[in-house]
């Protein structure tokens, strides 16, 4: 079994920047994906970034140069940093971890982006 743990979200001007957090804890096993969804409001969740446990990344279209995502391996997190938000990012934002055919989600944590 397999439990994230996300951190991070909070309310941010224009412009600004965000680091969300996610703690995988449990049981890892290799090959695996990290990654980070979000729902804007009252639209559907979508994938926001992936990264693979090999290191390969791949990003919406929509936050590709704002963006990162990375993996602190020691520490089995999976880390999503924000830069030059904007008001489209506002939204729940859900960590995910897919190994062994299984698919597991965070609760979620609210980034808004103010104008």
């Known amino acids: 079994q397999v439990e994230l743990a996300e951190s991070g979200g909070d309310w941010v001007q224009v412009g600004g920047s965000l680091r969300l957090s996610c703690v995988v804890s449990g049981t890892i096993f290799s090959p695996n994906i990290g990654g980070w969804f979000r729902r804007p409001p009252g639209k559907e969740r979508e994938l926001v970034a992936y990264i693979t446990s090999g290191g390969k990344s791949n990003y919406a279209d929509s936050v590709k140069g704002r963006f990162t995502i990375s993996r602190e391996n020691a520490k089995n997190t999976v880390v999503l940093q924000m830069d030059s938000l904007k008001p489209d990012d506002t939204g729940v934002y859900f960590c995910?971890?897919?190994?062994?055919?299984?698919?597991?989600w965070g609760q979620g944590t609210q980034v808004t982006v103010s104008p």
């Open positions: 995910h971890f897919f190994q062994s055919d299984s698919n597991y």
